[in-house]
DNA sequence: AATTGGCACTCAGTACCATTGAGTGCCAAT
DNA sequence: ATTGGCACTCAATGGTACTGAGTGCCAATT
């Protein structure tokens, strides 16, 4: 079983560790944190959190560093969030100050976060599979195109140009736009998908062609399609220029990395899997992440809430990170994003 | 003076550097290549390559490596633009074909891309700045706020979300569409920026308070900064995570790309500097980049067409890069492209 | 005048010690 | 339970020697 001071002296490696990067020997702590006992002592407790995983020796004859369980503990029990500095606090501030548009708070707050933690921010857009579809609108562009655009009661806007088989006239496009609406409208956009199939299917059973059921046809194929791509929720991502400084913490490459900032599927997943606390604050460290091939990265997140629906904002860094600072930035700015969203939803 | 067989041996030296990354020498080329002369002589013409700079010995007693210099006379004098197997031509085609949006086509078009060459692609937005707006809509989302909608005709939709002081009933939104609709719809993007200025100028000498000036106001400066967006064209971008494979490739960091990669703009200058040839196709190798911090990069980029504006494909990669292949892919991908559009808007 | 074989020279890379020192595990003493 | 002592391990460092690919230059050849 390990100790009290066993716990402590896992707490000092970990902190030590992330800062100087060199695995940490016994006379390192004694001589950095006032234990009140000999190096001897000390690496007997470190023998005890050997035997636990919690820490391991790279070298036979060098000092330890945590594994990911030993980082997983001192997440769940030791660390203490650092609290942010009143410039931080208000860097955030002014960084977030005078947007409206959810697109530009969204882009600021992943500025601002990756800014405050010098790692790869993560901004998930608010979920929208429950939100609901409050507009759809068609604009006649003329020669034979249409613009299919979507709005939900979130905010979110999503837009598409569609070409149609022939000139329609404005009676025309008025009556699509109302028998779209019927279909959409005050939906959430997974029973708006669900009832544009369905009336895909219904028209094809009703041999009865109005004129203008071809184009209806391929305006809801479109829609059903932007629906389908509404529900898969989308990430704003910032810093991915800052792994380049830390190569060295990802055995050999940061190739996974930027291959799933790419593919944000990857990190949707991950963070939709992830499994906040109390205080909605949530960390995946290391192997954790092995099924989405990150297993030398570490996600911290925070969630937040926007009109009613919840999404999160987070940070992607090495396993080596500093969770307490990071822990604190992404509760800060998602704290102060859920403040900007819901005070804004009131004053709309 | 450098001989022809020089230039010979020049090209051969690329060739080899490029495909093994190894310094080059005298006797390598004269087993690979079949000059039929000695090493000796292939020294000596070594020797007048690295009078001129266009190679240069990393270390005394080991091969050559091409300069800067010596890879730009390679591009301009003695590359042969390998033509792209059926292959690669019909995984163009795959990629590309059956989408009729715009964002669609660019999308799987820097896609396509960077499948092609291996490297970061770069998509540069058909050029709006001389576009024309076709469209401006509003859309009453209730609860004060609205939607502004702009269309150019090359396709380009851009929106954004407004809060008005006070609700608004049908009638006033169109008044208010109507309003707006004179100043800008038509004109050229940058005239329309104009016309907004000089319409809030104007509108502060004439104090004749009509009911929804302040609403107008407000939503002229939204239209104002979208214009102002557009004018800056945009970027899309992907295979950035190539670059963690090319590590060797950029002395000590790839900070730099990354950098670039996110900070669109710089790539966009970057892009838009670089003087194509006749046929639409451009380089810029190493150092020539050296004034947007990118003196280990080339980029290749080629021109395309779209419904009369133009634009630029290209892709990002290391200065020992294997031009000849990218050359083609781009043009290729930029052919392809100017089709694609140019086919699409007369369908339209 | 261009080409070539020959040759001395350079120097990065590799391999092979020997040395150093931080750190460990263990044990007997406190 | 803690501690000082001690033998041991092993990564890191540095020095030395060797190897070999490659060069520059020159005199001889074509």
Excluded at 103 to 120: C, E, F, K, M
Excluded at 151 to 161: A, E, L, P, Y
Excluded at 282 to 308: C, K, M, P
Aim: no cysteine; hydrophobic share 40%; net charge negative.
């Amino acid at each position: 079983m390990v100790s009290e001071r066993g716990l402590q002296v896992l707490q000092a490696i970990v902190q030590d560790y992330v800062e100087t990067r060199e695995p940490v020997g016994s006379k390192r702590i004694v001589d950095r944190h006032a234990f009140g006992v000999s190096a001897a002592t000390i690496r007997n407790d470190m023998a005890l959190l050997e035997d636990e995983e919690l820490i391991v020796a790279p070298h036979t004859s060098s000092g330890r560093v945590p594994t990911d369980k030993g980082y997983r503990l001192f997440v769940d029990h030791l660390a203490e969030l650092r609290p942010l500095s009143s410039a931080q606090r208000s860097a955030i501030t002014a960084f977030l100050d005078g947007s409206t548009d959810l697109d530009d708070i969204l882009s600021r707050t992943v500025h601002a976060l990756t800014r405050l933690t010098g790692q790869v921010a993560i901004v998930q857009y608010p979920s929208f599979a429950r939100a609901n579809v409050s507009h759809v609108e068609l604009v006649d562009l003329g020669g034979s195109r249409v613009l299919v655009i979507l709005v939900t009661d979130t905010g979110r806007v999503s837009q598409r140009i569609v070409g149609t088989p022939a000139d329609l006239d404005e009676g025309d496009i008025g009556q699509l736009r109302a028998r779209m609406s019927v279909l959409v409208t005050g939906r959430s956009v997974g029973e708006g998908a669900k009832a544009v199939t369905a009336a895909l299917a219904e028209r094809r059973d009703q041999p009865r062609p109005l004129r203008l059921d071809d184009v209806l046809h391929s305006l809801l194929l479109v829609v059903s399609e932007e629906l389908e791509e509404f529900r898969q929720d989308r990430l704003l991502l910032a810093g991915s220029a800052t792994l380049a400084r830390r190569e060295d913490d990802f055995q050999g490459s940061i190739y996974p990395l930027l291959q799933a900032i790419e593919e944000q599927v990857t990190l949707l997943r991950l963070m939709g899997e992830m499994v906040a606390d109390g205080e909605g604050l949530a960390a995946s460290i290391g192997r954790e992440n092995e099924a989405f091939g990150l297993s030398e990265a570490s996600v911290v997140t925070g969630d937040y809430d926007a009109t009613g629906s919840r999404a999160r904002v987070g940070v992607l860094g090495p396993t080596r990170m500093d969770y307490p600072t990071n822990l604190a930035a992404v509760r800060a700015v998602a704290h102060y994003l859920s403040r900007l969203l819901e005070e804004d939803d009131t004053s709309r």
